[in-house]
Structure formats: structure tokens, C-alpha cells
């Protein structure tokens, strides 16, 4: 088997392995006191990433992984394009209907537009917030990194956790 379907077929695993170390390490050391500011505890103890070539399955494979969290991920990506040929694929490649919020970032006031398009429920019950393309996503001008763990943390449960797809 060649490595880029080795890589194909493991993204499921390998962002379970990453949350499931994450979330040791603060249990275990009880690293969320470090800091009041809830920006850092996002960026330090509640974010992984994954960062792999082109066309090595890291969309299809953070897909799958969510069809196994229904109505728990939030899932970003950079355009309405790509989320709109996202859900499509998501439908298609589950045979379900899509069963997780997409939000894309906007020219002006993304995170004010974003927490307006959530709902209540929305905000209680999303516990993943996947990034799709995330060096690209969360590093723009309209969706800085530093507001992106900032408008998490004011936005979600101690409980979710942000998963970096590249």
C-alpha cells in the first residue's frame, strides 16, 4: 500500500490520536490553570492539527470523521464554494444528510457574523470545530488566528475542541 493511501485511509485515526493525547495531557496535568485567558486555553490545550500534502484524503478523511459525531462539528472552510461542494460530497459519500454546521469566513466582522448564523443549541452542542485548509482559513486578515481561539473561547463549552486540517 503506498503511503498517500496509507494517509488516505488514517486521517480518521490520526485525529482521534491527536484529541485523545490533547486531552490527557490536560487532565493529567492539570494544564488549563495555567492561564484566565480563555484565546491561550483554545490555542494550547483545546486545538490540534494535521497537516499533510495535497490530495492525500485529509477532507475526505475529516469528513468521515465527522459523520461519526452527528450534530457535534462545526466545520469552517474557506469559501461558500468549497462548502457547497462539501456538503454535496458529504451526502454522497454517507448516504445521510448533512448533519453539521458550515460556516465560511466573510469580507468584514466574520466572527460577529458567525456568532449571529449560531444558534443556542448550536453553541451548546458543537464539541469539534473543524478547519479545512486552515493555513489558509484562519491566518487571513478577515480571520486572524489570535480572533479565530479568542471568538472560540467566548463562543463554546471548555469541552470543544478545534481540529486543524491541512
Known amino acids: 500500500m503506498s503511503q498517500y493511501i496509507k494517509a488516505y485511509i488514517d486521517i480518521e485515526g490520526m485525529i482521534d490520536a491527536l484529541l485523545t493525547i490533547t486531552k490527557m495531557k490536560c487532565s493529567n496535568t ?10 491561550w486555553d483554545v490555542a494550547d490545550n483545546r486545538t490540534v492539527g494535521l497537516t499533510v500534502g495535497r490530495q492525500c484524503g485529509a477532507t475526505y478523511g475529516s469528513q468521515m470523521w465527522m459523520a461519526k459525531r452527528p450534530n457535534q462539528c462545526l466545520h469552517i472552510t474557506k469559501d461558500s464554494m468549497m462548502r457547497d461542494a462539501l456538503k454535496t460530497r458529504y451526502t454522497e459519500i454517507t448516504g445521510k444528510p448533512v448533519d453539521y454546521v458550515s460556516l465560511v469566513p466573510s469580507i468584514s466582522d466574520t466572527f460577529e457574523r458567525w456568532t449571529r448564523l449560531l444558534t443556542d ?15 489558509f482559513t484562519v491566518t487571513t486578515s478577515q480571520c486572524s488566528r489570535a480572533g479565530f481561539n479568542k471568538w472560540v473561547a467566548e463562543t463554546f463549552g471548555k469541552d470543544t475542541y478545534v481540529i486543524l486540517i491541512k
Request: aromatic content about 4%; hydrophobic content about 35%.
Open 30 to 39: 492539570n494544564a488549563r490553570s495555567g492561564s484566565s485567558d480563555g484565546a
Open 121 to 135: 443549541h448550536d453553541k451548546a452542542t458543537i464539541k469539534y470545530i473543524v478547519v479545512d485548509d486552515a493555513l
